[in-house]
């Protein structure tokens, strides 16, 4: 499984209980009922990593993941009595991909190069300027490869090989057969094979992104 960027941050956390936290008071403001706090906490504290790293995966750059994770938390927690219980992560998922398409469609495919992993990592663990630049290169030559492949490949893809989700749970959480999550997921590796080793052979010869 290639290795995932880590979005390990109680701060990103913290940021999205709050501002549901606000939406909790308008609707109590408002006289709605408003949903189970304690399982929303429980919500965020399981899966906010996960939608985070999705959503980098899916296309959203470095700056804009904080804001579009926390969109997503804000979506679960004005439906969560909609939200069966042990569907949470589908939920969120699905929720994801719609955020991150918006995303995409509003422009935010800017190329940030900004370290993902610095900010995860304690100051006397932080890496070195130049295993700083490799995280940056490595990061920076997965989004483009996953920008440029097919985006019912890349779902199964990021979903399988970068955050290790079992293919019977991707059939569930995309409503599709497991015939078709493996058959996807094998085009899916043969497709990023091929872009990288596009993409590398342009970086060795010089050549900028198409």
Known sequence: MISAISADHPARAEAARDAAMTA???????GAPPPSAERYRALVDAHFDFIWRSLRGLGVPAGSADDAAQHVFLIAYQKLGEIAPGRERSFLFGTALGVA?????????RRELCDDEATAVAADGAPNPEQ??????????????LDAMEED??????????????TEEIAAML????????????????????IA??????????????
């Open 197 to 210: 080793r596009r993409v590398q052979a342009r970086a060795l010869h010089g050549g900028g992104r198409r």
């Open 132 to 145: 700083l630049m490799e995280m940056k290169q490595a990061r920076a030559l997965l989004d483009e490869v």
């Open 101 to 109: 398409a918006n995303a995409r469609r509003a422009g935010a495919r």
């Open 24 to 30: 909790h008071a308008e609707r109590a403001e408002q």
């Open 153 to 166: 490949l890349r779902v199964v893809f990021v979903l399988f090989e970068l955050e290790g989700v079992p």
């Open 175 to 194: 409503a599709l057969a497991k015939g078709t999550v493996a058959s996807r997921l094998r085009r899916a590796r043969e497709e990023f094979r091929a």
